[in-house]
């Protein structure tokens, strides 16, 4: 291939982005300096988090400039080198972009995987990706769950929350998901083996906040947030004394036109608990123990990890809009080569 083809952001999104945002265009291939290598891109991890990567609000990484390809964590295998350590065909994984091709830079993010490691290569970009490490770090070290506790998941047959809500079981939580609609509800209790779902679509505040106090009428000790909105404010009426909230994603706000913001805090005051924002980044350091526990964990069938693929760099808006729609059935990713 001669040709880079690139998914580049033309224009910020207002509200739910739409096709004029962006342009899938072609660019010359990138020309190696020393101390770089060319990765043809294999997947690219669509996430929730590159919504706002699209914006430019202030933020824990600068937007993607106007003209750019959508920044995403991919894995690929390395085409041309000239890093050491960096050899034609490696596989790698890092943040670079959704395109054909991406450039790699010795002591950058991108890092050398082993397919024969895993069941799939792409299980670097779900459970031991992001993902894995969110729900992992997120809810063990932010939230501190223990035995008997009772942990309320919201997004909770995504990505993320299907494996919190799996880690919270092995801890032994009793645990209630919440997502849209009966078929992933239950998948939750059938797949997942969480204790309760309950389907948020066609419920308010009102109602939300009854269905989380009839499963659990004395109130939640955890929260492992990844909605937010009127889910949120549901969770924050029902909390036990003392509970912590792991603010992990807000994704029913990111398409939203305006500002948003949960209405019941006072409870936090009531309940003498703690809401404690997490960003995933942060644990780097400690990727690889988190690895090596979900690892033996999935090797013991004790977690399922579902992944969503599409394909084509033409689908990849679709594919990312599956994220707000709700049509993705596990970790979403999009196939390029
Ligand atoms: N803080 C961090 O470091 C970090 C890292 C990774 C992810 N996250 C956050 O974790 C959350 C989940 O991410 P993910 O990658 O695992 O995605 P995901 O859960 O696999 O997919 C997103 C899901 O969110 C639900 N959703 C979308 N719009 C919604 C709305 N308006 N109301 C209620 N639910 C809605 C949909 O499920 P339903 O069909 O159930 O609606 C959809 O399938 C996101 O908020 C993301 O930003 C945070």
Redesign the pocket.
Known sequence: MTTNRQFNLKRRPEGAPVADDFALEGAPLPKLADGQFLIRNHYAS????M??WMSDADSYMPPIPLGAPVRASTIGIVEDSRAEGFAKGQWVMGLNAIEDYSVGTLGGFTQPIDPDAVPSVTNYLSLFG??GM?AYF?LLDVCEPKAGDVLLV?????????LVGQIGKIKGCTVIG????AE?CARLTARYGFDHAID??GKDRAALDAAIRALAPDGVDVIFE????D?LDAGLNNLRHGARIG?????????APGPVGARNLWQLIVHRASIR??????FVPRFAEGAVQLGAWAAEGRLIVDE?IDEGLDNALPAFM???????Q???ILKIA
């Not at 669509?46 to 988090?49: F, H, I, S």
């Not at 919440?178 to 609609?181: E, L, Q, R, V």
């Not at 807000?250 to 398409?255: A, D, K, P, Q």
């Open positions: 669509l996430d929730p988090a919504r706002g992001a993902v969110t997120g919201s997004g909770a047959a995504g990505a993320v929350g299907s919440i997502a849209g609609g992933k948020y679509r990844n909605v937010g909105g889910i603010l992990c994603g807000l994704i029913s706000e990111y398409n924002g997490l960003l995933v980044a942060d969503h599956r994220l707000f729609e709700g049509s993705n596990g970790k979403m």
